[in-house]
């Protein structure tokens, strides 16, 4: 069965999201990168950028296939996770750890809330 975190936010895309300190960190659930197979490169937004919420800000491509990324909150890009430049495959080891992909400074930070709870995103699952 698939990681839910409970203290994480949810998008029916598959990104989790989590807010500390006025920043949100994002990247894909584990459901995401099983489904995806071994993740080979990730296209991240650039730092500086504002984004609309779910807006297409990057990709992941897999020996399978090529996803979309989109941001589930709005605002400016502050972080990248570099370290996903030369190890992609952070993404499937580490999806709420080390695979997180980029960070961004919420415009409206009642937008995370908006998204689903762990129990909502099992359910989506179907599990």
């Known amino acids: 069965m698939t990681n839910v975190p409970e203290h994480l936010r949810y998008t029916k895309e598959h990104e989790w999201v989590v807010l500390s300190g006025g920043i949100a960190t994002v990247g ?14 990730v296209e991240l937004p650039a730092v ?3 984004v609309a919420q779910f807006a297409k800000v990057g990709l992941v491509e897999s020996v399978k296939s090529v996803s979309d990324l989109y ?10 996770n570099k370290a996903l ?3 992609p ?9 080390k695979g997180w992909m980029w960070k961004v400074r919420p415009s409206d930070p009642r937008q995370v809330e908006q998204l689903l709870g762990a129990a909502a995103y099992r359910a989506l699952l179907g599990h």
């Open 28 to 41: 894909i659930t584990d459901h995401a990168q099983d489904s995806l197979s071994d993740v080979v490169f």
């Open 48 to 50: 500086g950028g504002t």
């Open 85 to 87: 430049e030369g190890a």
């Open 71 to 80: 941001t589930p909150v709005g605002g400016e890009i502050v972080e990248v």
């Open 89 to 97: 495959e952070l993404v499937n080891s580490d999806p709420y750890g």
